[in-house]
């Protein structure tokens, strides 16, 4: 049985925000009126870059509504899902590239009361993710290299994006697709097209000239 599409779904990359004041930026996103805030956690090993914990995530949590999507670049993630749970995340994304057993931190994430992702950086095939596909939540396929924004988008990410999303009918799944790096108002429209359907933007939420208007032109992507 076929699924109908999922509606599009904006969900703004804090790593663009200020992060000499990373609760305004969160109450950007929520003033719009906007559900998803995606929040990148590095750890300067699985990416050559550092962000911020869960302490920081909690502390934001007192002050938001918004649905936290966060994003953990991690080589060791099953040793922080716990925290990340307790500090508020409702959905935890888990990259497949380092090893260790994807499926029990899948099912811990979701034993916490959180929605669950699997990640795939542009370099993993989709086959990779494939067995995984009924026991997620989301899917994340990394559309730059991860750790840091402000990235080009890599085109040859978008045949992976098709592959999932034709398991993803085949199936009659639910997870939904999501795209992260060099997304805007040109390469979100590609992804949508290939069958994304949550998009994250750093740089081109952030930096719009006007915030209000892109966010509104995910609907038509
Ligand atoms: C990159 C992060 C992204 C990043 C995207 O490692 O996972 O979420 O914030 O930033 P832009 O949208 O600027 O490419
Ligand atoms: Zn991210």
Known sequence: MPTEPLSPLLAPSILAGDH????????????????????????????????????????????????????????????????????????????????????????????????????????????????Y??????VLVMTVQPGFGGQSFRRDTLSKITKLDTLRRARGLKFRLEVDGGVDATTGPECRAAGADTFVAGTAFFKAPDRAAFAASIARW
């Not at 305004?24 to 956690?41: F, N, P, T």
């Not at 500090?87 to 497949?96: E, K, M, R, T, V």
């Not at 596909?133 to 989301?138: G, M, P």
């Open 133 to 138: 596909l009924d026991l997620v939540d989301l």
């Open 20 to 131: 000499a004041n990373l609760a305004s930026s969160a109450a950007i996103v929520e003033d719009l009126g906007l559900k998803w805030l995606h929040l990148d956690i590095m750890d300067g090993h699985f990416v050559p870059n550092l962000t911020f914990g869960p302490q920081t995530v909690a502390a934001l949590r007192k002050n938001s509504g918004l649905f936290f999507d966060v994003h953990l670049m991690l080589s060791e993630p099953q040793r922080y899902i716990e925290a990340f749970a307790k500090a508020g995340a409702n959905l935890i994304s888990i990259h497949i590239e380092p090893t260790y057993d994807h499926v029990a931190t899948l099912a811990k994430i979701r034993a916490l009361g959180c929605q669950n992702g699997l990640v795939l950086n542009p370099d993993t095939p989709a086959e990779a993710g494939s067995p």
